[in-house]
Protein backbone atom coordinates (compact mmCIF):
# COMPACT_ATOMS: atom_id res chain seq x y z
CA UNK A 1 0.00 0.00 0.00
CA UNK A 2 1.40 3.61 -0.87
CA UNK A 3 2.09 5.30 2.26
CA UNK A 4 0.17 8.59 2.43
CA UNK A 5 1.95 11.80 3.04
CA UNK A 6 1.81 12.91 6.46
CA UNK A 7 -0.60 16.19 5.75
CA UNK A 8 -2.83 13.68 4.77
CA UNK A 9 -2.60 10.80 7.43
CA UNK A 10 -5.28 10.72 10.15
CA UNK A 11 -5.00 8.68 13.77
CA UNK A 12 -7.87 6.89 15.58
CA UNK A 13 -7.98 6.01 19.33
CA UNK A 14 -10.13 4.36 21.37
CA UNK A 15 -10.56 1.76 24.00
CA UNK A 16 -10.14 -2.13 23.70
CA UNK A 17 -12.89 -3.39 26.11
CA UNK A 18 -12.17 -7.12 25.18
CA UNK A 19 -8.73 -8.21 23.90
CA UNK A 20 -9.81 -11.76 23.47
CA UNK A 21 -7.95 -12.40 19.61
CA UNK A 22 -11.37 -11.45 17.94
CA UNK A 23 -11.74 -8.17 17.59
CA UNK A 24 -9.05 -7.21 16.40
CA UNK A 25 -7.72 -10.33 14.91
CA UNK A 26 -4.28 -10.60 14.43
CA UNK A 27 -4.00 -14.33 13.65
CA UNK A 28 -2.74 -15.61 10.42
CA UNK A 29 -0.60 -12.50 8.70
CA UNK A 30 -2.74 -10.53 8.34
CA UNK A 31 -5.00 -7.57 11.36
CA UNK A 32 -8.57 -7.27 10.84
CA UNK A 33 -11.10 -5.32 12.47
CA UNK A 34 -14.18 -6.87 10.98
CA UNK A 35 -16.62 -6.66 14.39
CA UNK A 36 -17.50 -3.62 17.33
CA UNK A 37 -16.70 -0.56 16.53
CA UNK A 38 -18.47 0.17 13.71
CA UNK A 39 -18.24 4.12 13.75
CA UNK A 40 -14.36 3.17 13.86
CA UNK A 41 -14.90 0.80 10.51
CA UNK A 42 -17.27 3.36 8.86
CA UNK A 43 -15.04 6.28 9.55
CA UNK A 44 -11.54 4.83 9.03
CA UNK A 45 -10.40 4.94 5.21
CA UNK A 46 -6.85 3.06 3.49
CA UNK A 47 -3.69 4.75 5.29
CA UNK A 48 -5.07 5.53 8.10
CA UNK A 49 -3.78 4.57 11.78
CA UNK A 50 -5.71 2.76 14.31
CA UNK A 51 -4.36 2.57 18.00
CA UNK A 52 -6.46 0.27 20.65
CA UNK A 53 -5.89 0.48 24.03
CA UNK A 54 -6.32 -1.20 27.47
CA UNK A 55 -8.65 0.52 29.82
CA UNK A 56 -7.68 2.82 32.79
CA UNK A 57 -7.14 -0.03 35.00
CA UNK A 58 -4.85 -1.66 32.48
CA UNK A 59 -2.72 2.11 32.47
CA UNK A 60 -4.37 2.89 29.09
CA UNK A 61 -1.24 0.89 27.29
CA UNK A 62 -0.95 0.23 23.95
CA UNK A 63 -2.81 -3.28 22.54
CA UNK A 64 -3.01 -3.32 19.06
CA UNK A 65 -2.28 -0.77 16.59
CA UNK A 66 -2.48 -1.02 12.16
CA UNK A 67 -2.81 0.43 9.43
CA UNK A 68 -5.41 0.20 7.54
CA UNK A 69 -4.40 -1.23 3.81
CA UNK A 70 -8.09 -2.09 2.97
CA UNK A 71 -11.89 -1.39 3.41
CA UNK A 72 -13.99 -4.63 2.18
CA UNK A 73 -17.66 -5.27 2.32
CA UNK A 74 -18.61 -8.31 4.58
CA UNK A 75 -19.69 -10.42 1.20
CA UNK A 76 -16.16 -9.91 -0.27
CA UNK A 77 -14.67 -10.89 3.31
CA UNK A 78 -16.00 -14.30 3.03
CA UNK A 79 -15.29 -14.88 -0.32
CA UNK A 80 -11.57 -13.87 -0.63
CA UNK A 81 -9.45 -16.28 -0.73
CA UNK A 82 -7.06 -14.49 1.78
CA UNK A 83 -9.15 -14.54 4.45
CA UNK A 84 -10.47 -18.24 4.42
CA UNK A 85 -8.19 -19.19 7.61
CA UNK A 86 -10.46 -15.89 9.15
CA UNK A 87 -13.28 -18.28 9.41
CA UNK A 88 -14.05 -19.51 13.13
CA UNK A 89 -13.99 -23.40 13.77
CA UNK A 90 -16.05 -23.47 17.22
CA UNK A 91 -15.35 -27.06 17.17
CA UNK A 92 -11.48 -26.93 17.40
CA UNK A 93 -8.92 -27.11 20.41
CA UNK A 94 -7.46 -24.08 20.01
CA UNK A 95 -8.71 -20.44 20.82
CA UNK A 96 -6.99 -18.48 17.79
CA UNK A 97 -9.16 -20.98 15.46
CA UNK A 98 -12.50 -20.17 17.81
CA UNK A 99 -11.42 -16.52 17.36
CA UNK A 100 -11.92 -15.87 13.45
CA UNK A 101 -14.28 -13.04 12.69
CA UNK A 102 -14.87 -13.93 9.11
CA UNK A 103 -18.75 -15.13 9.90
CA UNK A 104 -21.01 -13.62 8.07
CA UNK A 105 -21.89 -15.58 4.92
CA UNK A 106 -23.93 -13.70 2.12
CA UNK A 107 -27.04 -15.07 0.87
CA UNK A 108 -28.92 -14.81 -2.43
CA UNK A 109 -31.62 -12.74 -1.06
CA UNK A 110 -29.57 -9.67 -0.31
CA UNK A 111 -29.32 -10.39 3.72
CA UNK A 112 -26.71 -12.30 5.73
CA UNK A 113 -26.13 -15.92 7.72
CA UNK A 114 -24.51 -15.53 11.04
CA UNK A 115 -22.32 -18.28 11.42
CA UNK A 116 -21.52 -20.00 14.65
CA UNK A 117 -18.94 -17.76 16.34
CA UNK A 118 -17.76 -15.67 19.18
CA UNK A 119 -20.69 -13.15 18.08
CA UNK A 120 -23.24 -15.80 17.92
CA UNK A 121 -25.61 -17.71 20.87
CA UNK A 122 -25.27 -20.87 22.58
CA UNK A 123 -25.23 -24.09 19.82
CA UNK A 124 -24.67 -21.83 16.51
CA UNK A 125 -28.20 -19.78 16.68
CA UNK A 126 -27.91 -16.30 15.54
CA UNK A 127 -27.47 -13.11 17.99
CA UNK A 128 -29.31 -10.58 16.10
CA UNK A 129 -28.39 -8.23 18.52
CA UNK A 130 -24.81 -8.76 17.30
CA UNK A 131 -25.81 -8.69 13.68
CA UNK A 132 -27.34 -5.62 13.57
CA UNK A 133 -24.13 -3.97 15.36
CA UNK A 134 -21.67 -5.60 13.54
CA UNK A 135 -23.55 -5.25 10.15
CA UNK A 136 -24.91 -2.17 10.72
CA UNK A 137 -28.88 -0.63 9.84
CA UNK A 138 -28.20 -1.05 6.12
CA UNK A 139 -26.08 -4.24 6.63
CA UNK A 140 -22.99 -1.51 4.91
CA UNK A 141 -21.12 -1.49 7.66
CA UNK A 142 -16.93 -2.51 6.34
CA UNK A 143 -14.59 -4.67 7.32
CA UNK A 144 -10.92 -2.92 8.12
CA UNK A 145 -8.03 -4.88 6.53
CA UNK A 146 -4.60 -4.24 8.15
CA UNK A 147 -1.28 -3.64 6.31
CA UNK A 148 1.72 -2.70 9.07
CA UNK A 149 0.83 -4.22 12.24
CA UNK A 150 1.67 -4.94 15.70
CA UNK A 151 0.02 -6.64 18.39
CA UNK A 152 0.77 -6.71 21.86
CA UNK A 153 -1.94 -8.22 23.90
CA UNK A 154 -1.39 -9.46 27.35
CA UNK A 155 1.91 -7.60 27.17
CA UNK A 156 0.45 -4.06 26.62
CA UNK A 157 3.22 -1.37 25.54
CA UNK A 158 3.63 1.06 27.29
CA UNK A 159 2.46 4.92 26.15
CA UNK A 160 4.88 7.55 26.23
CA UNK A 161 3.92 10.42 28.11
CA UNK A 162 4.08 12.73 25.36
CA UNK A 163 1.24 10.59 23.24
CA UNK A 164 -1.14 11.14 26.83
CA UNK A 165 -3.51 12.81 24.09
CA UNK A 166 -5.04 9.50 22.74
CA UNK A 167 -6.67 8.28 25.78
CA UNK A 168 -9.71 8.93 25.81
CA UNK A 169 -13.39 7.85 27.36
CA UNK A 170 -16.07 6.00 25.51
CA UNK A 171 -16.02 5.77 21.55
CA UNK A 172 -13.06 6.76 19.37
CA UNK A 173 -10.80 9.82 19.36
CA UNK A 174 -9.70 11.22 15.66
CA UNK A 175 -9.70 14.83 16.44
CA UNK A 176 -5.71 15.43 16.58
CA UNK A 177 -3.72 18.15 15.66
CA UNK A 178 -0.83 17.68 12.82
CA UNK A 179 1.23 17.63 15.28
CA UNK A 180 -0.19 14.83 17.21
CA UNK A 181 -0.76 12.76 14.50
CA UNK A 182 2.67 12.67 13.34
CA UNK A 183 4.18 12.34 17.03
CA UNK A 184 1.57 9.35 16.92
CA UNK A 185 2.70 7.82 13.30
CA UNK A 186 6.65 8.42 14.43
CA UNK A 187 6.10 5.90 17.57
CA UNK A 188 3.86 3.92 16.08
CA UNK A 189 6.63 3.24 12.96
CA UNK A 190 9.43 2.52 15.53
CA UNK A 191 7.34 -0.23 17.24
CA UNK A 192 8.24 -4.01 15.81
CA UNK A 193 5.67 -5.57 13.85
CA UNK A 194 3.51 -8.50 14.20
CA UNK A 195 2.03 -10.58 17.44
CA UNK A 196 4.22 -10.38 20.70
CA UNK A 197 1.56 -11.69 23.04
CA UNK A 198 -1.21 -13.63 23.79
CA UNK A 199 -4.76 -12.10 23.99
CA UNK A 200 -5.42 -10.79 27.65
CA UNK A 201 -8.48 -12.80 28.29
CA UNK A 202 -6.76 -15.93 27.38
CA UNK A 203 -4.90 -17.48 30.11
CA UNK A 204 -1.58 -17.82 30.04
CA UNK A 205 -0.44 -21.48 29.18
CA UNK A 206 -2.77 -20.88 25.49
CA UNK A 207 0.46 -20.69 23.43
CA UNK A 208 -1.70 -20.95 20.28
CA UNK A 209 -1.10 -17.26 19.30
CA UNK A 210 2.39 -18.39 18.19
CA UNK A 211 0.73 -20.66 15.72
CA UNK A 212 0.92 -19.71 11.84
CA UNK A 213 -1.63 -22.24 10.58
CA UNK A 214 -3.40 -22.33 6.87
CA UNK A 215 -6.67 -24.03 7.32
CA UNK A 216 -10.16 -22.53 6.71
CA UNK A 217 -12.87 -24.46 8.78
CA UNK A 218 -16.24 -24.40 8.81
CA UNK A 219 -18.22 -22.93 11.37
CA UNK A 220 -20.61 -25.63 13.47
CA UNK A 221 -20.74 -27.01 16.54
CA UNK A 222 -21.49 -25.31 20.18
CA UNK A 223 -18.97 -23.69 22.26
CA UNK A 224 -19.74 -22.50 26.19
CA UNK A 225 -20.94 -19.16 26.90
CA UNK A 226 -17.71 -18.22 29.10
CA UNK A 227 -15.59 -19.26 26.30
CA UNK A 228 -17.14 -17.24 23.52
CA UNK A 229 -17.51 -14.22 25.80
CA UNK A 230 -13.97 -13.55 25.75
CA UNK A 231 -14.37 -11.80 22.02
CA UNK A 232 -17.54 -10.34 22.52
CA UNK A 233 -17.74 -6.43 22.54
CA UNK A 234 -18.95 -5.33 25.66
Known amino acids: ?5 MSERRVF ?6 DGGYSPNPFHGIC ?8 VRRSARPGDLILGLAGRAEGNRLVYGMVVA ?33 HY ?11 HSRHS ?3 GSEDPKAKRRDLGPDQDNPVLIGGSFCYFGAQVKDLPLHLGFLIGGRGHRCDFTPEQVEMAWAWFESLPNGIHGRPSL ?3 D ?12 APTAMTSRKDRSMGRCS
Open 202 to 204: WPE
Open 1 to 5: MKKLP
Open 206 to 217: DASWRQDGNASP
Open 13 to 18: SYIVAR
Open 70 to 102: EKVSFADYWHDARFLVKRPDMTAPDRRSRSGDN
Open 121 to 123: RDY
Open 32 to 39: TLACCKPQ
Open 105 to 115: EPLADGTYWQH
